[in-house]
Nanobody, 119 residues
Framework: QVQLVESGGDLVQPGGSLRLSCAASGSFASIDTMGWYRQAPGKQRELVAGITFVGVPMYSDSVKGRFTISRDNAKKNTVYLQMTNLKPEDTAVYYC????????????WGQGTQVTVSS
C-alpha cells in the first residue's frame, strides 16, 4: 500500500515562511514527478510546484520566486516545499502527489495539510 504523509502546514502571518514535507512509502516503481498542489475553498485544485526524477523544478506563476521545491538526495521519496513571503491568497489545503507516466503508471495523493496565511 502506498502512503504519502505530509507535514508542516500551519497558521502564519503574511510575509512569513513555512516548509512542507512529504514522504512517500510503500511499494511502487520509480517516481517520474513529485509535486505539490493546493485547493482553496470554492476553487479547483491547482498545481503549485513539481520536480522531476532528475531534479528539474517547475512552478506556477503565482508562486515563482517565492516557493522552492526540492527532493531529499538521501531519501529519494521525500519532497519539500519551502514557502516564503506568504500571502493570504496562498491559504489552502496543500496536497502532495507522486506519479509515473510509463508502465506501471500510477498517480497517488496525500491527504493534505492546511496552510493558513492571516494576520
Amino acid at each position: 500500500q502506498v502512503q504519502l504523509v505530509e507535514s508542516g502546514g500551519d497558521l502564519v502571518q503574511p510575509g512569513g515562511s513555512l516548509r512542507l514535507s512529504c514522504a512517500a512509502s510503500g511499494s511502487f516503481a520509480s517516481i517520474d514527478t513529485m509535486g505539490w498542489y493546493r485547493q482553496a475553498p470554492g476553487k479547483q485544485r491547482e498545481l503549485v510546484a513539481g520536480i522531476t526524477f532528475v531534479g528539474v523544478p517547475m512552478y506556477s506563476d503565482s508562486v515563482k520566486g517565492r516557493f522552492t521545491i526540492s527532493r531529499d538526495n538521501a531519501k529519494k521519496n521525500t519532497v519539500y516545499l519551502q514557502m516564503t513571503n506568504l500571502k493570504p491568497e496562498d491559504t489552502a489545503v496543500y496536497y502532495c502527489n507522486i506519479r509515473r507516466s510509463a508502465y506501471p503508471t500510477y498517480d497517488y495523493w496525500g491527504q493534505g495539510t492546511q496552510v493558513t496565511v492571516s494576520s
